[in-house]
């Protein structure tokens, strides 16, 4: 398997990886997916193959990451009754919970829950939008979302880096136990959103 994932990065150019990663993480910030920690690990895990490639991954990650946040961060400023509705509107339940955390948190902890959002996974992109609704000045919240972005970027990247190769060897050479492994964490996450959407359905929406 190790083999397999480090040839399809062979045929990837570093400017190339790069700007997938600028772009998966532009696309966290502005419209919430695809997974942060993911992206982050796997553009790690890419830098690995050259070494120097640590420090770029982390700036452009953290980068497109936090124009996104700033996008979002904008258009929720200006189209704040829009994105209201439409979250009031939405199917998608666990991003309408997840708004009503980052907006609870917002109001418990002021401007600052824009940096302590920023290590919580699912809320880290939330968080956004309350502040846009907010009186929060541009200048604030790039400070902390720069901060915060950055700081993540580190950490994900670093595990991709140092821990995915040799994770990927545990993978090969216990392939059945690390499948069996799969399905149980992907059953476990399923099963933990359903149960937990259940126990918020009757909770007033925001």
Do not use: C
Request: aromatic fraction near 16%; charged fraction near 15%.
């Amino acid at each position: 398997m190790s083999d397999f994932v480090f040839l399809i990065f062979e045929s990837i150019s570093w400017p190339m990886a790069l700007t997938i990663g600028f772009l998966l993480l532009f696309l966290n910030g502005v419209i919430l997916t695809p997974s942060s920690e993911f992206s982050l690990a796997v553009v790690g895990l890419y830098a690995s193959t050259q070494a120097w490639l640590y420090m770029p991954a982390i700036f452009v990650t953290s980068m497109g990451n936090m124009i996104g946040f700033v996008l979002l961060f904008l258009l929720s400023r200006r189209y704040s009754d829009v994105i209201t509705d439409f979250l009031k509107s939405s199917r998608f339940h666990y991003i309408k919970h997840m708004n009503r955390k980052a907006i609870r948190g917002f109001e418990k902890h002021g401007h600052l829950y824009v940096l302590y959002g920023r290590y919580i996974p699912n809320v880290r992109s939330v968080i956004t939008i309350p502040a846009g609704f907010s009186d929060m000045p541009l200048s604030r919240f790039v400070l902390y979302s720069s901060f915060g972005s950055l700081s993540w970027s580190l950490v994900w990247v670093s595990v991709g880096f140092f821990l995915g190769p040799h994770l990927l060897m545990i993978i090969e050479t216990h392939k059945l136990f690390a499948a069996a492994l799969l399905v149980l964490t992907i059953a476990a996450v399923f099963v933990h959103r359903h149960l937990y959407l259940r126990s918020l359905e009757d909770e007033a929406p925001a």
